[in-house]
């Protein structure tokens, strides 16, 4: 590989220029191994943020970064692989649900996911508090469930696409996250090295999620899709929004009391909308489904005869998880107190702030304001009231399950304001909001 | 002094937000005494380049630099101390007659001066062409000297603004190195630490300089005005022309050689009209005389009675220089060959390109393109054809003095190219091309 001047290349992307494949290339490779200093990448990473990146550029920033480590190889799969990856948001426990009931109608779901981080919860964390639930698994072993269940649901392996890992650390401690190329690269990368056939994004937008506005979300989306049809791997991405929680448990044992709801087709409207919207997708995307509404049928099948749930409990056990929580959610990880949070009026609710329920959550334990910080499986939100629904003075708005009385009380701080309630109800917002394909 | 999160600034800054004086104080300290990591501040540097500083941020940026570590203390001085600092260009020498001329007036010149670097000279390197002659000041020396004789011409001591060492190192390996405000805390700091009554800048403008247009080069000098103003110390700021080389010579000894002839009142038009521009407001600012005419007219006396060139004679043999230079420039170190670049043309003189001079020069082995580079003080360029004079073909544009043929012949692909020669004269450009104050 040719040898560049690292000042020269930041200088050219500081000056608003276009760097070439090999370059970019030649960077990634450059601070994955070592040889180029933190310093210095910390610079471009800024340049980054403040001129942004070509959809060449970027295109070659993923594929670089996808090769700084090893890759699935699962081309003996004979089921399609389809993957679902969200943003991020609060109460979006949709993967939990999504990924064992799609699996159980024949498309293989190979899932790596993260851990939460500030106001947005993280799949990982909520699977943990399954009382044994492990999910690092090995390549090896990664596989092999794969074959066997048609789904795992893991953690990012220690070997795959390294160079995010190490970037990551460093725009995190360098105010170079809110990037769209960089969040774009960083999830592409992980996804593409899982060796997919097609994936589903789920692009949330609003106050709780990364993008705020349908603008951005629609960038990031259409820079998704680019960078997956340049692969060779066909992206969909649904925009839905994030300005109130999904569902009405926030909080990581919450979170799969309400997961095994919706696969017991009983979860609450908005979430179940948002699952069978992407399950529709993931099950035409793999070829088990002609159309949208064939996939809806199979879907419904799949729920009313517990399919899902089967599909779960098989994940739970092959993960190393009590399998009996399925059925018993009360094996599940409990708060010590209960506290309800009441309404200050009557009136109907207007807003349910998913920022500020998600600020909350953290203040409470059940996330982390820190990458470092221990989390309680057992602590959540449960709300009562979401946007147009009526409420009566003094009857709960939330009921906050707690462990912790100054984690209480810094979480109520915050959380009475996340409701906003008015005379008349207001128009209702749409939950989807577009799509990109 | 408050704790902040480094994140959270650099974040501010990246969004065009502002902080306030603690806050910028914080991160010069919190860099300088290595409590911030070298990825954050450089981050930080590349938001700057981006989003620009306010001039309350840039106050508290450079009075934070100029507190990093000593500062002079010359109360005691019984005369007025102005300095001069130039910007930077090809062929530019002036300080180097100009500091003894002022002196030799009455005002004391306590210059710190730097190397060169990149297409630009430094008036160190230039210094140190002259046998003997050492530009590591004690600051115990630097007083007594200025005391004595009136004049300093040294290096910037490794105790003053340590500050600008660390940040000048970190931007020079991160591209962030051209940016106004960063610019104007490096120059000022350093020049507020030396205690200054006043400061005359010489900000130039054109190919061969930082600033490539008039607009830029105003808005650097501006803020370097009321940076000045803030702490307390009158500023003027002149802007003058840098397309062309300044003067006939361009190299360490050849620049000497060229100073010495200004002393003698010999220089070259361009030349000698700028260091008297500078010497006169320095002479009005040091309240030794009240008017420019009346400053003209005592540098002329100080010309004609070579006060300058004796009192330079003192500055070298004070610093450790052989003084007979002065009146045997033979004594400077010259090249063991010479080559003459020809006319490939009749015609006028349309362009002298400063940046390829310059360039052209580094490649000789005058300047450097790396910090550690070594630079041969014999070598240089003598200039025979300037903007505007006529020229007939085969008769020599220049005199390149040599010492090594790679470096020579490295030097000549860039140089005929700093030449355009028309049919007819071009209108003349101004050599002054403004003033801030």
Chains 1, 2 share one sequence.
Not at 61 to 76: I, K, N, P
Not at 297 to 326: K, M, Y
Not at 337 to 365: K, N
Request: hydrophobic share 45%; aromatic share 4%.
């Amino acid at each position: 590989m040719t040898d560049y001047s690292m000042p020269e290349l930041i200088a050219r992307k500081r000056d608003g220029g276009e760097l070439n494949a090999d370059e970019v290339a030649w960077i990634v490779t450059g601070y994955t191994t070592g040889k180029i200093p933190d310093y210095q990448m910390s610079a471009f990473l800024m340049a980054v943020v403040c001129r942004g990146m070509s959809e060449p550029e970027l295109a070659a920033w993923t594929e670089a970064m996808l090769h700084s480590g090893e890759v699935l190889e699962l081309s003996a799969m004979t089921k399609a692989k389809v993957d679902k990856h969200s943003t991020g948001g609060v109460g979006d426990k949709v993967s939990i649900p999504l990924a064992p009931l799609v699996a159980s109608c024949g498309v293989a779901v190979p899932m790596m996911s993260g851990r939460g981080l500030g106001h947005t919860g993280g799949t990982l964390d909520k699977l943990e508090s399954i009382p044994g639930f492990r999910t690092d698994i090995s390549p090896e072993r990664f596989v092999a469930q794969l074959e066997e269940v048609g789904v795992v649901l893991a953690g990012q392996s220690e070997t795959l696409v390294p160079a995010d890992r190490a970037i990551y650390a460093l725009r995190d401690a360098t105010a170079t996250v809110p990037s769209i190329p960089l969040i774009v690269s960083s999830i592409m990368s992980k996804k593409l090295a899982e060796d997919l056939d097609a994936l589903v994004l789920d692009v949330k937008v609003g106050s709780g999620a990364f993008m705020k506005t349908k603008e951005d979300a629609e960038t990031l989306a259409r820079m998704m899709v680019a960078i997956g049809a340049r692969h060779g791997t066909t992206v969909v991405a649904h925009l839905t929004d994030m300005s109130q929680p999904l569902g009405r448990e926030v909080g990581n044992a919450n979170e799969i009391r309400e997961s095994l709801e919706v696969l017991r087709g009983e979860g609450p409207e908005d979430l179940v909308a948002v699952v069978l919207l992407l399950a529709e997708e993931m099950l035409m995307l793999g070829g088990v489904a002609p159309t949208r509404d064939a996939a809806r049928n199979r879907l419904e099948v799949a729920l009313s005869a517990g399919e899902g749930l089967e599909t779960f409990r098989r994940v739970i056990a092959e993960q190393g998880g009590n399998p009996d929580v399925v059925d018993d959610p009360a094996l599940l990880p409990s708060p010590e107190h209960l506290h309800e949070l009441l309404a200050p009026r009557s009136g109907f609710v207007a807003e349910c702030d998913a920022l500020t329920v998600g600020r909350a959550a953290v203040r409470l334990g059940a996330g982390r304001a820190r990458k470092d910080d221990a989390i309680d499986p057992a602590v959540g939100i449960t709300i009562h009231a979401k946007r147009g629904e009526p409420v009566t003075a003094g009857r709960p708005l939330a009921t906050v399950g707690w462990n912790d009385r100054e984690q209480l009380d810094a979480c109520l701080e915050l959380l009475a304001g996340a409701w906003e309630i008015a005379d008349e109800p207001r128009p209702e917002r749409p939950l989807v909001l577009g799509e990109v394909r």
